[in-house]
């Protein structure tokens, strides 16, 4: 079933997920990671049609089969396997390959679509970079390893002719689906982003959130990558890469700016609000705007303000346009379907980084340490344009993990090239240094 034909005469996703569920020929998933992501992936393809999970892979190879528990009976009945001629034959019983390597995942031919749900930056180069190759679609929950070299990523899949995509649900799609439709309409963007439920601990490490990530089914590292920050810089500078809106300082400015105000708030100094410039990503950290997501356009046109007005949205020439919600998870098996039947991303970086994760210091670092990862103890992402980054020779957040420190870093202070040197074994590091010779040549030209 070809994404032209089922794309033909505007057939929507439920329509074309009905129709492979009718022809018994469902989209196939490959799953990388059975954590708190990868279980929702398969509690959710477990309710839909046309679409399910036929292999999946993890670290510890029981967290899938403790995920299809928590699934129920929706989803293939789970078997361990060992080799890539074992993973055909289970997927071809109907059963749920569980594997060890992410390789046999990408590789096995039942499989349209691979899906990392790791949180891991070096893993997802690995997977997306295996996935491609093996003529697979991919679907990239791995914000962390898009915004390190998601440029690259991009241009391998359009090369093999598959399509790379970040995952619908998480807040930089959601976002960007606001900033499509504006600038379908035409209006210029201000500002976008999201609602933060609280303001950052920069100093949050995982030993003072064990109890809380228990109760919430969560890696404690994972719970402090939003505690401190970093996920909030991550998502904002995915946002960033695949828009051309960039932070207007570095780390943006986070007001505490209710929803009704937005666009007060993000709207230029000249004006009464924060901003240096149009066309930024920013969050707030006031109540009642979490979950959601916002942009910020400008209608000049007296007509457009007087219909504006109208329909209760504002006198203007500043409206905020939100969303009140997004499912994280929940969502991605449509980024699946979507890529697989009709060709299309929901989101990808353009091929020119506009911003940067940089990384600070959560201590004072010596000489001689290996870093952590992200969310951990050494370190807190940090968001920052490009020109920015590379005046401060700013180590991708990406990069950090592994990272040896060659000189004293002060509690605070920018990881950079200059007192770090990243793993040059790992290979996001590599396909960095690819990225940046890219990027180089795109701007020559």
């Known amino acids: 079933m070809s994404a032209n034909s089922l ?45 399910e999970v036929v292999v999946a892979a993890d670290a510890i190879r029981e967290n899938v089969f403790t995920a299809c528990k928590i699934a129920g009976d929706g989803g293939r009945a789970p078997e361990l396997v060992d080799d890539l001629a074992a993973t055909t034959r289970a ?13 046999d995942v990408c590789n096995v031919e039942g499989v349209d679509v691979v899906i990392d749900a790791t949180g891991n930056p070096n893993v997802g180069a690995e997977v997306a ?9 991919m679907v990239m929950m791995n914000v962390e390893a898009d915004v390190t070299i998601g440029p690259y990523l991009s241009a391998q899949a359009e090369a093999a002719g598959v399509v790379y995509t970040l995952g619908a ?14 600038h379908g309409l035409g209006y210029p963007i201000v500002a976008a982003g999201k609602g933060k439920n609280n303001a950052f601990r920069i100093d949050a490490t995982p030993d003072g959130y064990i ?12 719970l402090v990558e939003f505690v401190d920050g970093s996920k909030t810089m991550v998502e904002m500078v995915a946002l960033a890469n695949a828009t051309g809106l ?39 950290v006031a109540k009642g705007v979490a979950p959601g ?33 997004h499912l994280t998870s929940l969502e991605v098996p449509l980024s699946a379907a979507a890529a697989v039947l009709f060709g299309q991303s929901h989101m990808r970086p353009l091929p020119v980084p506009v911003a940067e994760v940089g990384a600070r210091a959560k201590r004072d670092l010596a000489p001689g340490e290996t870093l952590d990862a992200i969310g951990e103890y050494c370190y807190r992402g940090f968001a920052v344009s490009r020109d920015d980054a590379l005046a401060l020779g700013a180590l991708p957040l990406g990069l950090a993990q592994g990272a040896r420190v060659t000189r004293k870093i002060a509690r605070g202070d920018y990881l950079t090239y200059a007192n770090c040197a990243p793993d040059e074994s790992l290979r996001i590091v590599q396909v960095r240094r690819q990225q940046d010779a890219l990027v180089r040549l795109a701007e020559a030209a």
């Open 7 to 51: 794309n033909r005469g505007g057939t929507s996703i439920a329509e074309a997920l009905d129709q492979c569920q009718r022809k018994g020929r469902p989209v196939r998933i490959g799953l990388i990671g059975a954590g708190q992501m990868g279980t929702d992936i398969l509690v959710q393809t477990g309710l839909m049609q046309g679409i």
């Open 91 to 103: 997927i071809a019983r109907g059963r749920l390959a569980v594997c060890g390597s992410f390789r």
């Open 129 to 137: 970079l295996t996935a491609i190759g093996a003529g697979k679609h």
């Open 169 to 182: 649900g998480d807040e930089p799609s959601s976002t960007m689906e606001l900033v499509n439709f504006l």
């Open 211 to 222: 109890e809380e990530a228990s109760r919430r089914n969560m890696n404690p590292r994972m």
């Open 246 to 284: 960039t932070p207007d300082v570095p780390g943006m400015h986070g007001p505490d700016a209710p929803l009704d105000s937005l666009h007060e708030s993000f709207c230029p100094r000249e004006e009464g609000g924060l901003l240096s410039r149009k066309g930024v990503v920013d969050f707030t």
């Open 293 to 325: 997501v916002f942009a910020v356009a400008e209608m000049r046109h007296p007509r457009l303000r007087e219909r504006m007005n109208d329909l209760q949205l504002g006198e203007g020439p500043y409206y905020t346009f939100y969303r009140p919600y």
